[in-house]
């Protein structure tokens, strides 16, 4: 499975980006699907997921009522809306899809991952 993850750029302070992944190879709608996000110089941390009904979703408490997730198993792509943006949100975001059926929000229970695209907020 391949992951393109798209649409990151610069944006100022309360902007609004669409974070867009595209999955081809041995592509399966059942896959759980993720998002990931690494700061500079920070850990990389768990953003949002979804499974592959879409009925189930989680996110990281600082993203929460800001950021949403969706997906489109027709078109095996996977989205994160992003509103309120802040200078925190600053990182390279990473799509990637785990075969586990339930939500997931470890990084060591995903299977496949995307090289990322750049989001950068200015105050």
């Known amino acids: 499975v391949q992951l393109q993850a798209s649409g990151g750029g610069l944006v100022q302070a309360g902007g609004s980006l669409r974070l867009s992944c595209a999955a081809s190879?041995?592509?399966?709608?059942?896959?759980?699907m993720g998002w990931f996000r690494r700061a500079p110089g920070k850990e990389r941390e768990f953003v949002a997921a979804?499974?592959?009904?879409?009925?189930?979703?989680d996110y990281s408490d600082s993203v929460k009522g800001r950021f949403t997730i969706s997906r489109d198993n027709a078109r095996y792509m996977v989205y994160l809306q992003m509103n309120s943006l802040n200078p925190e949100d600053t990182a390279g975001y990473y799509c990637?899809?785990?075969?586990?059926?339930?939500?997931?929000?470890?990084?060591?229970?995903?299977?496949?991952w995307g090289q990322g695209t750049l989001v950068t907020v200015s105050s």
């Open positions: 190879g041995r592509t399966s709608s059942s896959y759980t």
């Open positions: 990637a899809a785990s075969r586990f059926q339930s939500i997931a929000i470890l990084s060591a229970r995903y299977d496949y």
């Open positions: 979804i499974t592959w009904s879409g009925l189930v979703t």
